[in-house]
């Protein structure tokens, strides 16, 4: 009954915060052993998701359903590469070669934003650079039938506004952001994952932080798999005064990097304003010239639940070799 009364609560809240397009307050994750945090209602059916789990350990399903992949390609100096056809890709899933049947390029399938922006006390020094940066970029990346939102994490995370492609409502939310003191990074992408979860179309987080993690209740392990559930892809705009000095939290920062290859976006460090100004102008340039390439699975007897994905892409161009970046897999079934 408590439960039930939980999941109803936060479910009103989550509408609410929709509808009127108000900022929220995310509930802090729970701490281990405790009871877990109540999840928001889904869709009764999504394109992008890859089916229920095996009804027992005796018995596999055939996944039936839509598997979206999103798929970036670069050259040899990292740059964006345009213009290829579906007979320039191969898919696999747990090494199975699968039939492309649905292939787009700069696909315009709106775009679900998530700008998360690092409020700790380590980074208050530059703070209104970093703000005026994210500001630019929202103002560029966002058009009519894209959503962004703003969310803010210290020692809590806060959504400052919710999903709009209004400039006004997002420049009042980056303007809301405010210094707090611990960092809760794993705590940020668990619940921006929540919250992009339920969203159509390409799911993006983007970070901005200086890589320390110092007081999440969530771990590494559980932010990755909420992201890698969510189907959203993780950029990660590193900020720190020079990459190799001493002192920095490198585990945190490196955690970081693997979770944005693992979900198919990308990192990037910035010293300075300028830096931090090329970094999401990149972030920008690669959502506008990606691939969507989707399948059906063809039948699999592996038990696990964790199918990993594998995308080749020709390399004999005149750009020279290509590398194609994307998500590592997709689970079959929730993470309750």
């Known amino acids: 009954m408590k439960k039930a009364l939980q999941l109803t609560v936060f479910a009103l809240i989550a509408i ?161 952001v405010h210094t707090g003191a611990a960092t809760a990074l794993y705590d940020a992408i668990y619940l921006g994952a929540r919250a992009l979860q339920g969203r159509q179309g390409r799911k993006v987080m983007v970070v901005v932080t200086d890589g320390g993690d110092t007081m999440s209740q969530e771990d590494y392990q559980t932010a990755l798999r909420a992201a890698q559930q969510a189907e959203v892809m993780v950029y990660s705009i590193i900020i720190v005064p020079i990459e190799s000095s001493a002192g920095r939290d490198i585990g945190g920062e490196h955690a970081l990097i693997q979770i944005s290859n693992d979900t198919g976006g990308k990192f990037f460090y910035a010293s300075g304003i300028a830096q931090l100004d090329d970094a999401f102008h990149k972030v920008s340039e690669e959502l506008r010239t990606q691939y969507l390439l989707g399948y059906y699975p063809v039948k699999r007897f592996a038990a696990s639940d964790f199918r990993r994905l594998e995308v080749d892409v020709k390399q004999d161009t005149p750009a020279g070799p290509l590398q194609a970046r994307h998500r590592t897999g997709y689970y079959t079934s929730k993470d309750e």
């Open 16 to 176: 609410l915060a929709v509808a009127q397009d108000a900022p929220v307050k995310y509930p802090r994750p729970p701490i281990k052993g405790s009871q877990p945090p109540p999840k928001p209602n889904q869709p009764a059916a999504q394109p992008n998701n890859s089916g229920d789990p095996p009804a027992s350990d005796q018995t596999y399903k055939v996944d039936v359903k839509l598997v979206s992949v999103y798929v970036t390609v670069q050259d040899q100096h990292g740059s964006p590469v345009g213009g290829l056809t579906k007979d320039d890709f191969k898919v696999f899933e747990d090494g199975v070669p699968q039939s492309i049947a649905v292939f787009g390029r700069e696909s315009e399938l709106p775009l679900s934003i998530l700008l998360s922006i690092d409020a700790s006390l380590s980074t208050k020094k530059d703070m209104h650079l970093e703000l005026d940066s994210a500001r630019r970029f929202a103002h560029d990346i966002v058009r009519p039938n894209d959503r962004l939102a703003v969310f803010q994490f210290s020692e809590r995370v806060d959504q400052l506004t919710g999903f709009t492609s209004n400039e006004r409502q997002i420049d009042e939310g980056i303007a809301r």
